[in-house]
């Protein structure tokens, strides 16, 4: 749980680099991705549609990520 949180935090501070920021945030992802899967999988009862549903899912949230830690970049970055 201290990683987690640890990861949270990195992912969500201004004052660390870039890199790190995406490392952690990539943490995050990657301990929800298969709890994710397996909790779509069992409402729809469909493979593909389960993954369907949990990239559409990671798309909004990283890109609700990335354009609250980078509000005044251009839009064309996103």
């Known amino acids: ?3 987690f949180t640890r990861s949270i935090a990195t992912a969500t501070d201004p004052d660390v680099s870039d890199n790190e920021r995406c490392r952690a945030f ?3 992802v990657k301990r929800f991705q298969d709890m994710a ?7 729809l009862g469909d493979r593909h549609l389960a993954e369907n549903r ?3 899912w990671a798309h909004n949230h ?3 990520f ?5 509000a005044d ?3 064309a970055w996103f």
């Not at 990335?66 to 980078?70: A, F, G, K, L």
């Open 1 to 3: 749980m201290e990683d």
């Open 26 to 28: 990539e943490a995050v």
């Open 54 to 56: 949990c990239l559409r």
């Open 37 to 43: 899967f397996g909790y779509a999988y069992s409402l």
């Open 73 to 75: 970049a251009p839009l």
């Open 62 to 64: 990283l890109g609700t």
């Open 66 to 70: 990335w354009i609250t830690q980078y």
